[in-house]
Structures are given as structure tokens and as C-alpha cells.
């Protein structure tokens, strides 16, 4: 356990002032993509885009990965946002905004590790979503996409803490989470609660990030919470995880995300885990590739 008890830690998960902000594009692209689809206009998407020169690049080079589907090359936001529709161009100009957010201390994870985990979990989200008829794919992307954001606020906050944390799990092979309870007392979870409510993101948003390990404390939002939750698990389980394998044999039927998924989308029932979990390795690399052409460091 840290010397110090979780209270304190807590109390300086209070020292907002030093927590990451939004990224400065990231705000109005929040705003503006959270309108309905149907109310976006290709003309709006562009100017907002085209603000930023280096999100704007970012963007087309993601628009011309087969992750998003593109097999004919664009080479104009424009023609991106035309080629590819509304709701791809806007996971693509989400994911690019959130990846400048750089963790301040990277001596507990690399963040390109970090990104790819989270860019791998946004995909897995989208697909899974599509596969068991869940209602909101874009959602169900974006909160694949920010759910670990607490891991970016301990290593803001509590570096020192949360190095050992991710020193633990890496030699005993165990979650992340569960390293984080055994020595700081509390997880990533509870401080991307504070980060996502700082940064006024939807309570929907703010629920997967806060209880994404923690199934059983959540009341709202249970569907989309459990399929981040196996999609997470997924990601870690075949090597887009932490920056090391978990050693246990999972079994998804069993995961409480699955019963509580269920409820929501039946045809999860007939799900093909084998076939998910094939396309899955498919994308291991291009997500590499992605991470790594869009995550410079400065
Ligand atoms: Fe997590
Ligand atoms: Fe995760």
C-alpha cells in the first residue's frame, strides 16, 4: 500500500488546477459533433477541422487507413469528410484532438502504448457495437476512446504512486486496476470521474470512464458501460493492453458486462467471439502503424 492513505491521495486528485486541460480543439469538436448527425454539414465539419492545420493533416492520414475503411486515397478534409460521411469524420477528428493530450510524466506507461490501447478500445467498441445491434455507434466509439483518461491523471497527479502501480502489474501480470487498489487504494477509474466531470463531458461519458471496472457501483448508462468493459477486456487479452499480457483465462460469458449487455442487446447471445476476436488481430498492426504516425512527442 502507498505511505500515503487514500484520502490524501484523493485530496490531491483535488488539485484541479493541475489537471491536464481540454486539449483547445477539443472543446468546440465536442460541442459540434455531439449535435445530431443529421444537423452536421460538410461545409461546418471543414471550417472547424481546418482550423487547426496539424489536426487537419492528422485527419487525413487516419481517413486513409482501412481501420476507417478508406481504400481510395483523399487528400482534402473535404474530400474526407465527403468519401467517408459525417459519423466516420467525426471519430476520426475526436480521436485525433484527444491524442494531443500528452501524459506529463512518462515514466509509468509509454504514451504510445496508451493511445494505441485506447484507440484499439475505441475500435472494438465500434464494431462490437455494430455486431449486437447496439443503438449508438459513435457513442459507443468515443467512450472506448476516453475511458481510461484516469490513467493520464494519476500519471499527471500522482506519477510516483501510480509508477509503482504499473510496476506491479507488470511483474505479476495483473490488471492495471487491480495494481492501482493494492497500492494507492483507489483506481484510474475515480480520477477520470474527476477529469471528465472537470472537463463537462455527458454524464454518459463521465459513467464509463468513472465505473468501467466497477460494474456493480453503476446506475445509469449500464449497456454502453458493459460493452467498453468487454471491449477493454478484449483489447488486453490480445495485446492491446497496458504494454504487457495479463496472465488469467477469461472467459466473456461470465464477465459481469455480459449479463448486463445481454439485457440490452439479445442478439449478443449468438455473437461470434471467435470471428471478433480473428478481426481483432487484424487491426493489432494498423493500429501500431496509426499511433505511432499520429503520437509525436514534442
Ligand atoms: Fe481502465
Ligand atoms: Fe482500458
Redesign the pocket.
Known amino acids: 500500500m502507498s505511505e500515503e492513505p487514500k484520502e490524501v491521495l484523493l485530496r490531491r486528485l483535488e488539485g484541479l488546477e493541475q489537471m491536464p486541460s481540454i486539449p483547445v480543439i477539443l472543446a468546440p469538436l465536442l460541442r459540434y459533433f455531439e449535435q445530431p448527425l443529421e444537423s452536421l454539414d460538410v461545409q461546418g465539419a471543414v471550417v472547424l477541422i481546418s482550423q487547426d492545420k496539424s489536426l487537419a493533416a492528422q485527419c487525413l492520414h487516419m481517413a486513409n487507413s482501412p481501420l476507417f475503411g478508406r481504400w481510395q486515397r483523399v487528400d482534402s478534409v473535404r474530400s474526407a469528410v465527403v468519401a467517408l460521411g459525417m459519423q466516420r469524420m467525426r471519430d476520426i477528428a475526436l480521436s485525433c484532438s484527444v491524442l494531443k493530450l500528452a501524459p506529463a510524466d512518462q515514466g509509468g506507461i509509454d504514451p504510445t502504448v496508451f493511445w494505441e490501447h485506447s484507440l484499439g478500445c475505441a475500435l472494438v467498441s465500434r464494431r462490437f457495437a455494430r455486431g449486437i445491434g447496439f443503438s449508438d455507434h459513435g457513442k459507443a466509439y468515443l467512450a472506448g476512446l476516453l475511458?481510461?483518461l484516469?490513467?493520464i491523471v494519476n500519471l499527471w497527479i500522482l506519477p510516483g504512486e501510480f509508477g509503482r502501480a504499473m510496476e506491479l502489474a507488470r511483474t505479476h501480470r495483473i490488471p492495471?486496476?487491480e495494481a492501482e487498489l493494492r497500492t494507492m487504494g483507489l483506481?484510474?477509474?475515480e480520477s477520470?470521474r474527476r477529469l471528465a466531470e472537470q472537463w463537462g463531458l455527458t454524464p454518459e461519458l463521465v459513467e464509463v470512464v468513472g465505473s468501467?471496472?466497477q460494474l456493480e457501483n453503476a446506475t445509469h448508462h449500464r449497456a454502453l458501460l458493459a460493452l467498453v468493459s468487454l471491449s477493454?477486456l478484449l483489447c488486453r487479452m490480445n495485446g492491446l493492453g497496458h504494454g504487457f499480457i495479463e496472465e488469467r483465462q477469461v472467459n466473456f460469458l461470465e464477465q459481469p458486462g455480459f449479463a448486463l449487455l445481454l439485457k440490452e442487446c439479445p442478439t449478443l447471445e449468438t455473437f461470434d467471439w471467435a470471428r471478433f476476436t480473428f478481426e481483432l488481430e487484424g487491426y493489432l498492426d494498423e493500429v501500431h502503424r496509426l499511433v505511432s504516425l499520429l503520437y509525436r512527442p514534442k
Do not use: P
Request: aromatic content about 0%.
Open positions: 475511458h481510461d484516469g490513467i492495471l486496476h483506481t484510474h477509474c477520470g468501467h471496472h477493454d
